[in-house]
């Protein structure tokens, strides 16, 4: 089934967009064909109509907002007509920011920026290992401990399952393999931790990810347990 995509249009252009697109895949009938041309023209005109209540005055959005609209049709060669299929009809809208509150934003992280750019160096302690034999490992930064890693060991390098940091910003740590190349398990974790950290706006679901961590670590064979 034929299906009329617009691609990303600001609200203010896309009838001439729906009309253009719905032409172009159209384009071997209309060729030569008047009759064609004018059904093309008024089932363009009946789906802008449509868009118009849907987004002008429902959403309300702006000339400078964008959106993207999908829908299928079906074609009757024998009437020459186009067949909307109203069930099908998709839009992703996308609101333009205000550009004085965009500058005030974008001047207040500048100022920043230099913080937010410096990447933490976060201090590897081993915790121990779970009854599956994964290793535990708690992550520091400045003393005071803020997350925690799990790692499988394998031959000649070691498998990240996950993990969570709570400071300077929450964070989950993303799976990941690693090869040692002659480096200690810990020395592959940490030169690879940047790259794995996952900015997390919910701090709670950090803090559960770290809790759940601990509580898989066996009582038995914890380091602080090692004489």
Known sequence: MPRLSTGLIIVGAYATKVRRALFALLSDRAKGDKEWS??????????????????VRKLKLDKGDVVRVRIEFDVDENSKEIRWKWNTLAVEAFRRVNQEDLNA?????????ER???????????????????????????????GAIIVTPLEGGV?????????????????????????????????????????????????????????????????????
């Open 38 to 55: 004018r059904r093309i023209a008024y089932s363009s005109a009946q789906l802008n109509r449509v868009l118009f209540e849907l987004l």
């Open 105 to 113: 934003a974008l001047r207040d992280t500048i100022s920043t920026a």
């Open 116 to 146: 937010l750019a410096a990447i933490p160096r976060y201090s590897l302690v081993k915790l121990g290992s779970t009854i599956d034999g994964d290793v535990l490992y708690s992550l520091s930064l400045n003393g005071e401990d803020v």
């Open 159 to 227: 498998l990240i399952k996950g993990g969570a940091v709570l400071s300077p910003t929450p964070a989950t740590i993303k799976r990941s393999q690693l090869k040692l190349r002659g480096r200690t398990p810990e020395d592959a974790i940490m030169d690879a931790l940047p790259g794995l950290l996952q900015e997390e706006q919910d701090q709670e679901r950090a803090s559960k990810i770290i809790n759940e961590l601990r509580s898989r670590l066996s009582p038995e064979i914890t380091s602080s347990d090692k004489p």
